[in-house]
């Protein structure tokens, strides 16, 4: 797509369930990151692909919280048994290759954790 | 390891003013350094970057940034600020060749006065 693309856009959620965010990066793009922004705070780094493989996944925040990638195609970001401190802003972004030259943002998916 | 410093939270001008936001990195390897801009509930956008080219960089919409290896900054301005520049700045940095995934500020505020 001409961009990167990720849903939903918000998300309110229960305490103790699961939820699922999708991105859906520019296509060509060999590189995909998440990361969490919270409330007034910067951004988090959580998890990185290239291609289907997860380099760096240091940035997870516990066990509750997975991802997996299709090919070079789209990426899911799993949080089970949710909890209020998840409630932030998940960026997804799409490079070329690594990224030297910057990376393409989508426009988030808003979670609120009740 | 990298690491990013933003000095100021938040910085006020008044339109027409000058814009400058801090930025200082650490590095162990020779830096990429970008500058993303955040408009109220949308994604980042890339402003401009700095890949061991010329230190002086010209971006979007009007700004500019200077590497300074000695300082370790890598400075935003903007000779005149518009009310349309009010947003979130985020700087950012990436090992030499950008095999690691960005490392980002804490993000600062630029509020445009009338």
């Known amino acids: 797509g001409a961009g990167v693309s990720q849903s939903p856009s918000n998300k309110v959620t229960e305490k103790g369930k699961d939820v699922e965010l999708r991105c859906d990066p520019i296509?060509?793009?060999?590189?995909l990151y998440w990361y969490r922004q919270r409330l007034g705070q910067g951004l988090e780094f959580l998890i990185y692909f290239q291609g289907n493989s997860a380099p760096d996944k240091s940035g997870l925040p516990s066990d509750r919280f997975s991802a997996e990638r299709t090919g070079e195609s789209v990426s899911t970001l799993t949080i089970q048994r949710t909890q209020q401190e998840d409630s932030a802003v998940y960026l997804c972004?799409?490079?070329?290759?690594?990224?030297?030259?910057?990376?393409?943002f989508g426009s988030g998916t808003r979670l609120t954790v009740v | 390891a990298q690491s990013v410093t933003q000095l100021g939270s938040h910085v006020s001008v008044s339109e027409g003013a000058l814009v400058l936001l801090r930025c200082n990195y650490s590095s162990s390897v020779p830096p990429y350094l970008f500058w993303y801009v955040q408009y109220p509930n949308q994604g980042l956008q890339l402003l401009l970057k700095y890949t061991s080219a010329a230190t002086l960089v010209k971006g979007i919409n009007g700004f500019e940034a200077e590497f300074k290896k000695s300082e370790t900054s890598f400075h935003l301005t903007k000779p005149s600020a518009h009310m349309s520049d009010a947003a979130e700045y985020f700087c950012a940095v990436s090992g030499y060749s950008g095999n690691t995934p960005l490392v980002f500020g804490k993000g600062t505020r630029l509020s445009v006065i009338a």
């Open positions: 972004a799409s490079s070329l290759d690594r990224g030297a030259y910057g990376y393409t």
């Open positions: 296509s060509g793009h060999t590189a």
